[in-house]
């Protein structure tokens, strides 16, 4: 803190990102990154981009990109917002659509960085509990609200909502926007992006950090209407005009074109998730039903806030989060079976 800070800047709560070990040695499975490498062909198209043109502005619209998601999901480009990360996605969304008066609405156990977003930009908001099997009630959301928004399937929980049941959330909703944030619907769910023609009032947020394993090239998207998209270009284009980079357009929009390395790469960890969770039930864990790439689960013994800091001393970081209600669970990235077994040994 120094004397210069604004009162604003004093009361932030900011987020706080799983743990980027600079030791190489780590079974990492703390931040749900993909254990694959990106597509070959991205790689490539990257290093292509690699020249003199870098003296030159990236396209401030991204508009390569735009197209590629368009393609892929049978969208118009004005439907394809991009940013960088789904983070800057979300923030533009909230700052740009949420402001309203009344409370926006997610589950209490979510995002975390929801939250921060409402803390940054001013925004009352209400977190609506899960039932006890850790499912969205979408009864509950039936209030007056600025907006909702929740991760598809949770984060941290990994539990889906099927898309009949998004729809039903829709229409009780019409009067505010609902934002669903497919970060990992890749790895199991639908997604609702077959649903922004019907409801003008839906944004589905996705991004290339998981499924598509280029967390640290930084990209996400969102799809909807397009008057909520020109909100969204509106907000970034009074921030900052290119947040995504020459190598970052076109590397993710030839991502997006690849899909068979796609489909095959989710397919592996769809196969080694569900690996895992039966060995971790033979170690006498519970494990919500997960359609994510990581699994949430807590042990009727062992203290997991414990567990987390003795398997890291055997050099595998999990995530724990010290909020009440999941206290003592742990979120488990899907890693390759290798790293799988590491756990499992360590557990043993
Ligand atoms: C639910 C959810 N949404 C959004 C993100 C942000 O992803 P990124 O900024 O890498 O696109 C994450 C990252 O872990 C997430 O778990």
């Known amino acids: 803190m120094s004397r210069f800070w604004s009162p604003f800047v004093k009361d932030l709560v900011p987020y706080v990102p799983g743990e980027q070990p ?46 590629a998601v368009a393609e892929y999901y049978g969208v118009s480009a004005q439907q394809v917002f991009v940013g960088n990360g789904s983070d800057e996605v979300l923030a533009h969304i ?58 598809n399937p949770n984060a941290p929980t990994g539990c889906l909502m099927p898309l009949d049941v998004v729809e039903q959330l829709l229409q009780a909703n019409r009067d505010s926007v609902v934002v669903v944030d497919e970060a990992y619907i890749d790895f199991g769910g639908e997604t609702a992006i077959s649903l922004v023609d019907r409801y003008d009032n839906l944004l589905v947020t996705q991004t290339l950090s998981k499924s598509r394993s280029l967390a640290g090239l930084r990209v996400g998207l969102a799809v909807g209407h397009p008057d909520l998209i020109d909100a969204l270009e509106r907000i970034k284009n009074s921030f900052n005009s290119y947040p995504l980079d020459r190598m970052a357009i076109v590397g993710a929009a030839v991502a997006f074109e690849d899909r068979e390395y796609f489909e095959q790469t989710c397919r592996t960890v769809i ?16 494990v919500l039903p997960s359609a ?25 970081i999990v995530r724990h989060f010290k909020q009440a209600r999941i206290a003592q669970f742990l979120r488990i990235t899907v890693g390759t079976p290798e790293m799988n077994q590491a756990l499992i040994d360590a557990l043993g």
Do not use: W
Not at 271 to 286: I, P, T, W
């Open 292 to 316: 994510a790439n990581f699994i949430f689960a807590r042990h009727p013994q062992q203290d997991a806030a414990a567990l987390a800091a003795r398997l890291r001393e055997q050099g595998v």
């Open 271 to 286: 196969d080694s998730r569900e690996a895992l969770v039966a060995q971790l039930q033979a170690k006498g864990f519970e």
């Open 94 to 151: 909230f700052h740009g659509l949420f402001q309203h008066g009344a409370p926006l609405l997610f589950p209490d156990v979510s995002y975390s960085f929801y939250p921060v977003y409402c803390g940054l930009y001013g925004i009352p908001f209400e977190q609506v509990a899960l039932d006890e099997q850790f499912q969205i009630r979408i009864e509950d959301y039936a209030k007056p609200n600025a907006g909702i928004i929740f991760p």
């Open 22 to 67: 600079k030791l190489t040695k780590l079974v990492k499975l703390n931040t749900n990154e993909n254990p694959y490498g990106p597509s070959p062909k991205a790689l490539q198209a990257m290093r292509g981009e690699l020249n003199d043109n870098l003296r030159l502005y990236p396209d401030p619209n991204g508009d390569r990109l735009k197209q």
